[in-house]
């Protein structure tokens, strides 16, 4: 394949997942999801705010409409081009969970949605996490646990097979299960 013809499969590819991610944004339950997660953040307009695995920069956008200094942090250059064409007056940086691109103590907020499960090593992030969070900063941590994904099917076995090769194929699929752990371990307090 030429260098042409791959650049237009990554770009099909990358307008492929955008319609995905764009779709799923769309559905109530995840703009309901995404608005808690910004209230429990409990910012006021000026704070800054890291949303890790920012993806396409929609979070970033949204609470930069709230007056939020919203940063984005993912570690695809293609997805953080696709969020700075789409918006344009936000900032995004490329990193990733592990070695974020702050001072110790700079930001209030630290919000990552749908991450923590591709990672290989959630307790790194966690420690990233404290470190650039000032005093009395909060994480919000959004995700599931991709080992107790529910499907109704008349094949119980296989669903169950199908279920946990998926779950096999990330870094840390119990990572939902895990947060509470991952936080007071990372030095938190006021877990909830």
């Known amino acids: 394949m030429s260098r042409n013809q791959e650049a237009v499969e990554e770009h099909r590819d990358t307008q492929s997942l955008l319609a995905l991610l764009d779709a799923a944004d769309q559905l109530p339950s995840a703009t309901r999801l995404r608005a808690r997660s910004y209230e429990l953040l409990s910012l006021v307009p000026g704070s800054t705010v890291v949303d890790i695995g920012c993806g396409a920069g929609r979070a970033v956008a949204e609470l930069a409409e709230r007056g939020i200094h919203a940063v984005g942090v993912d570690p695809d250059p293609v ?67 991709w080992d107790a994904i529910m499907i109704d099917s008349d094949d119980a076995a296989l669903t169950r097979t199908i279920v946990h090769a998926r779950a096999d194929l990330l870094g840390t699929p119990r990572a939902g299960r895990q947060y509470r752990n991952l936080l007071l371990d990372g030095g938190f307090d006021d877990v909830t």
Do not use: C, I
């Open 79 to 145: 997805m953080l081009t696709a969020a700075r064409e789409r918006w344009a007056a936000t900032e995004f940086r490329e990193a990733g969970a592990e070695n974020l691109p702050f001072a110790d103590g700079s930001v209030r907020g630290y919000r990552a949605d749908k991450v923590f499960h591709v990672l290989r090593e959630p307790g790194r992030a966690m420690a990233e996490a404290r470190r650039v969070l000032a005093p009395g900063g909060r994480a919000v941590l959004v995700g599931q646990d």
